[in-house]
């Protein structure tokens, strides 16, 4: 049964998906990825998504970030009706408002991480010029790899390129977070680290939606979205934030 909640603790929803749907046309006609979603997300609620394979996870995903476009339906985030956007103005507007988080890191790899964390804020001209460099060396430390700033990705551990990353996802201080898989590449332990930085991140109120195939993981979310053949088919609380 799908639910829907318009608020949380009085507050409006900062993500809301209404009567969407996505098709992908094949040769064979028109494939549906996801049917009639109705989602709202409140301001500071970590949020995780489950499903099989196939399910529609990432499709989902991809409606709140702007990367894809519904069918039909609105989406609607911050706002602003983002399924009404150019491609140009959702450019813009995915730089300012929201983070994202790959499961394989997508850092730049001619540039050292702490080039890679300012990237974002030189892309949307946020902040002084001479302030970037600070900003991304704060949030390096945040994450805790301060020490690692100056090196190339490729000299990190898998685990210390995900920090990297999210710090970037953090650059440009978005409401709204997502990560697609963020702790898939790791091993146990360090998704363990990497996901405790997220409960630091819901913690101090930042509005966080992840995929996730890790039910251990999820089970550490404030919600958990069940999605089936490209419905959601529960919606449940953990009873935490």
Same mark, same amino acid.
């Given at each position: 049964?799908?639910?829907?909640?318009?608020?949380?603790?009085?507050?409006?929803?900062?993500?809301?998906?209404?009567?969407?749907?996505?098709?992908?046309?094949?040769?064979?006609?028109?494939?549906?990825?996801?049917?009639?979603?109705?989602?709202?997300?409140?301001?500071?609620?970590?949020?995780?998504?489950?499903?099989?394979?196939?399910?529609?996870?990432?499709?989902? $995903?991809?409606?709140?970030?702007?990367?894809?476009?519904?069918?039909?339906?609105?989406?609607?985030?911050?706002?602003?009706?983002?399924?009404?956007?150019?491609?140009?103005?959702?450019?813009?507007?995915?730089?300012?408002?929201?983070?994202?988080?790959?499961?394989?890191?997508?850092?730049?790899?001619?540039?050292?991480?702490?080039?890679?964390?300012?990237?974002?804020?030189?892309?949307?001209?946020?902040?002084?010029?001479?302030?970037?460099?600070?900003?991304?060396?704060?949030?390096?430390?945040?994450?805790?790899?301060? !020490?690692?700033?100056?090196?190339?990705?490729?000299?990190?551990?898998?685990?210390?390129?995900?920090?990297?990353?999210?710090?970037?996802?953090?650059?440009?201080?978005?409401?709204?977070?997502?990560?697609?898989?963020?702790?898939?590449?790791? !091993?146990?332990?360090?998704?363990?680290?990497?996901?405790?930085?997220?409960?630091? $991140?819901?913690?101090?109120?930042?509005?966080?939606?992840?995929?996730?195939?890790?039910?251990?993981?999820?089970?550490?979310?404030?919600?958990?979205?069940?999605? $089936?053949?490209?419905?959601?088919?529960? !919606?449940?609380?953990?009873?935490?934030?």
């Amino acid at each position: 049964m799908e639910t829907t909640r318009a608020y949380q603790h009085g507050t409006p929803a900062l993500v809301s998906l209404s009567g969407v749907f996505k098709n992908y046309e094949t040769g064979a006609g028109e494939v549906p990825v996801l049917e009639d979603i109705n989602l709202q997300v409140s301001e500071g609620e970590f949020v995780s998504i489950v499903g099989p394979s196939g399910s529609g996870k990432s499709t989902l $995903l991809n409606m709140i970030t702007g990367i894809d476009r519904p069918t039909s339906g609105e989406v609607v985030v911050g706002g602003e009706p983002i399924h009404e956007l150019s491609e140009n103005e959702l450019a813009r507007w995915r730089g300012r408002h929201v983070g994202v988080i790959f499961q394989f890191f997508q850092l730049l790899p001619t540039l050292s991480v702490l080039e890679n964390v300012a990237l974002p804020m030189d892309f949307c001209n946020l902040y002084r010029r001479r302030e970037r460099k600070d900003r991304a060396m704060e949030l390096l430390e945040q994450v805790g790899i301060a !020490d690692q700033a100056h090196k190339l990705p490729s000299a990190l551990s898998g685990g210390q390129q995900q920090r990297a990353a999210i710090a970037r996802a953090l650059a440009n201080d978005p409401p709204v977070v997502v990560g697609d898989e963020p702790t898939g590449n790791l !091993d146990t332990a360090t998704a363990d680290e990497v996901f405790a930085l997220f409960e630091g $991140l819901a913690a101090r109120g930042k509005t966080l939606v992840i995929v996730t195939h890790d039910r251990r993981l999820s089970a550490r979310t404030g919600r958990v979205l069940h999605l $089936l053949d490209g419905c959601i088919d529960r !919606d449940e609380s953990n009873g935490h934030k």
